[in-house]
């Protein structure tokens, strides 16, 4: 099968969550023998085009000129997208146009009217659900894309119960035209053979307990709760070090939000890391806390989860349905400092729950988010797709000329290929 991905982020260029979900689900795509091209944003020394673990890679600029805005920007991206999409579905026929997220809408849509190709969406967040609400014309904007996209889209694909039941309301979409495939981790991407002293003591001063944040810089990822909480802590364990992996717009009010507590000594904000970095501060870390306010799905709690590092979360979102409160990890009320507080005490003061929740962490990991089963789940929904016959009828629409890939690899080995 021939898959055209679209994103505006892949690594190394990674800005949130959505750059590791498409690289993987990319790369385990491919060992289950499908075809992959996936158009990206182009970055300064990064190749125009490579091929990384089996998957084509081509890389845009958006046109030339300075955007006004944020939004001129996405337009000039999405018009380059396009127009490398048209070059390349011009040299090979792709069965389905996947699209992730609303900053490659548009060129999902124009590919998919252009070559009559099947267009997939999955939504990783909404505008609305990330404010609770549409509260100004940039946010009205960016929901009308959205639904835009999903109106489009031939299937919605979102990674929880949670956000399903949200885009549902959101853009009222029929229930099955949205089906759900949670991420998936790779457990040894984030695991180290040993953890590294030196790296430590970059950090965090000897004796230290550290309690390790990663994430976007954003409201919605609940940093300002676990400064608050961070005081109450300090009651009860003195030596304890914050440590906040990461950039975004609500930084400097975090910086601000420290001082004025009086904790800037105590927090250490760390700015951008490598993978090598976050691998050995997970493994450093003593507690990984992540006190989300909303959280479609919450891919870094199978991160630290994958690493074997306890986890603590808000009580929000896609938390739910991977945290198991008291089993593999800890979740509190979100917005609630004082409750965070409590439980970060309760386990720097056991150490060997901490170290039960974690090896529960680590199987329930290895036996439910596989990235080889995830993969295998979204190739069924695309053969859904392709061998409709729905799909069949809106492709006669031009002569009968753009029979897809799989079935004409179907009709010579028709044994690898089953209309589901």
Not at 40 to 65: F, K, Q
Not at 121 to 146: C, K, P
Request: proline letters at 5%; one cysteine or more; a negative charge.
């Amino acid at each position: 099968m021939r898959i055209l991905m679209l994103t505006w982020e892949y690594p190394p260029r990674v800005v949130g969550g959505i750059a590791h979900v498409v690289s993987e689900l990319s790369r385990a795509l491919v060992q289950e023998g499908c075809e992959i091209d996936v158009i990206t944003t182009l970055e300064e020394n990064l190749p125009e085009s490579e091929v990384r673990d089996g998957v084509n890679i081509h890389r845009v600029a958006p046109y030339h000129g300075r955007p006004l805005n944020f939004f001129a920007w996405v337009h000039q991206l999405n018009l380059a997208m396009l127009e490398k999409g048209v070059c390349l579905c011009r040299g090979k026929r792709y069965d389905l146009v996947h699209a992730h997220d609303w900053l490659v809408a548009y060129a999902g849509r124009g590919l998919k009217h252009s070559f009559q190709i099947p267009l997939v969406a999955s939504v990783h967040a909404t505008e609305f659900g990330r404010n609770n609400g549409l509260h100004n014309d940039e946010q009205r904007y960016i929901g009308e894309v959205e639904w835009l996209l999903t109106y489009e889209a031939w299937r919605v694909i979102c990674n929880s119960r949670y956000m399903r039941e949200e885009i549902e309301g959101v853009f009222n979409l029929p229930p099955d035209k949205i089906s759900i495939i949670p991420n998936g981790i790779r457990p040894e991407a984030f695991q180290v053979a040993a953890p590294d002293p030196a790296m430590r003591q970059r950090f965090a001063g000897p004796g230290e307990k550290i309690l390790f944040f990663i994430g976007r810089l954003v409201r919605e990822k609940g940093v300002q709760v676990l400064l608050g909480a961070l005081p109450q802590i300090r009651e009860r364990f003195p030596d304890v070090r914050v440590i906040i992996a990461g950039q975004g717009p609500y930084g400097e009010e975090l910086h601000r939000l420290s001082v004025h507590l009086g904790l800037d000594r105590q927090v250490t904000f760390a700015g951008y890391i490598d993978e090598e970095t976050r691998n050995q501060l997970y493994a450093q870390a003593d507690l990984a806390i992540f006190p989300s306010l909303y959280e479609p799905f919450g891919l870094v709690a199978l991160e630290a989860m994958a690493a074997g590092t306890p986890v603590v979360v808000g009580d929000s979102g896609g938390f739910a349905e991977t945290v198991e409160h008291g089993v593999n990890g800890v979740r509190v009320p979100a917005e609630n400092s004082s409750a965070l507080a409590e439980q970060v005490c309760t386990l720097l003061g056991d150490p060997e729950l901490g170290r039960r929740l974690a090896r529960r962490a680590l199987q329930d990991v290895s036996d439910n988010y596989s990235w080889a089963s995830i993969a295998r789940r979204y190739e069924e929904i695309y053969q859904q797709i392709v061998f409709s016959p729905e799909a069949g009828r809106w492709r006669k629409g031009d002569g009968g000329a753009a029979t897809s890939s799989i079935q004409q690899r179907a009709e010579a080995a028709p044994s690898r290929y089953t209309t589901l």
